[in-house]
Each structure stands twice: as structure tokens, then as C-alpha cells.
């Protein structure tokens, strides 16, 4: 009697049906995030950059003189437009002066700085990184000058008129680029110059 009865209510099978309706999470769903230890906080990476030793900072901050010198010629139209604008680099007329007078003295402190500073693993990667951005804006402002020989656009017409806005252009690049280097440079952070900074990297 009592193997009829448990013959008559059968132990219950699961539902496919409530089975397939019960949310199961996704895999991609599931969280791969520790969060056992909390993230660095913001002025940690900030502070960082003042254990770049002083003498790191000032060979890094006299490197983007280099560019910025050379440069100097590309703002004889914007000095001509705005006579005012020269008062600023008047305080620079005499290392100006200097280092004019210096024969081939663009060409001996580039490849000082190259083959002195950039090559020279003595020197730390924060200095060389610095020295590579501070030479590599150095070539690109001779291709002006290189265009300008080439093409000759004269002193008239419309050929003139590129040149001078070509001029203008390389002229407050530079000095951006000179202002932006030199202030990380003594605050001992890692500028990046734009159109320089990949150019520079791949050379390390």
C-alpha cells in the first residue's frame, strides 16, 4: 500500500520552463575589479615631480634656449608690425649678441647637445628626453628657411604673403614651445611638445 501510494505522487521533476526563466548573470558581467587596495591618490602623482634632482632640471631648462635662439629670426615681420613686441626680448640682446657673434654657433651647440647630451647615457632620461624635444624643434625650423631658398617668393604678390604668415607662425610656435619647456623644465615635470614630443620619443 505504501509502494501505490508513493507510485501515485511522484517526487516533482524540475520545470524547464521556470528554469529558463530564472536570470542568470552574463560571464561579461561579472566584476574583475580589486578593489582590496585603493587607488593612488591625485597629489602623490603630482608631487612626484620634485624629486627630479636641480641639476637635471637647469641642463633640461638651457636645451629649448637652443630652439628658441634659432627662432628668433622668423619674428623680424611680427617686430616690424608690432614695435612694441621687441621690448620684450630686448633682456636677451646681449646673450643674443653673444651668441651671434659666435662663428657656425647653432651648428656646434646642436651637435653638442646631441652627441653631448642625448647620446650620452651618463645622463639621466628625464635630461636626454628634454635634450631629443629641444633638437628635434631645431630641425623642424630650418625647413622654412629651407622652403624659402628654394620657392625664392620674392618681396611681393602672394608668395610673400605665405612666407610672412609661415614666418609668423614658426616665430609664436617656438616661443610657446620655449615658455612651456622651460617652465617644466625648472618645475621638474616632463613637457610635451605637440608635432615634437612622438618625433622625440621614437629617437630615445
Known sequence: MASLCLSLHPTPKPNHLTSNLTPRLPIFLKSTVKITQSPKPITTLITASSTTPATDRLISAVAYTLPFFNSIQYGRFLFMQYPSL???????????????????????????????????????????????????????????????????????????????????????FSCLCFVYGLVSSLLGRTPYLPFVADAAGRQM
Not at 132 to 154: E, H, K, N, W, Y
Open 86 to 172: 621687441g621690448l620684450l626680448f630686448d633682456p636677451l640682446l646681449p646673450l643674443l649678441s653673444l651668441y651671434k657673434s659666435i662663428p657656425y654657433a647653432s651648428f656646434v651647440a646642436f651637435f653638442a647637445l646631441y652627441l653631448g647630451v642625448v647620446r650620452n647615457p651618463s645622463f639621466s632620461q628625464y635630461v636626454r628626453f628634454n635634450s631629443m624635444q629641444a633638437v628635434t624643434l631645431d630641425v623642424l625650423l630650418v625647413v622654412p628657411l629651407l622652403l624659402t631658398r628654394i620657392f625664392s617668393p620674392g618681396r611681393v604678390g602672394m608668395g610673400f604673403r605665405v612666407m610672412v604668415w609661415c614666418h609668423n607662425v614658426m616665430f609664436v
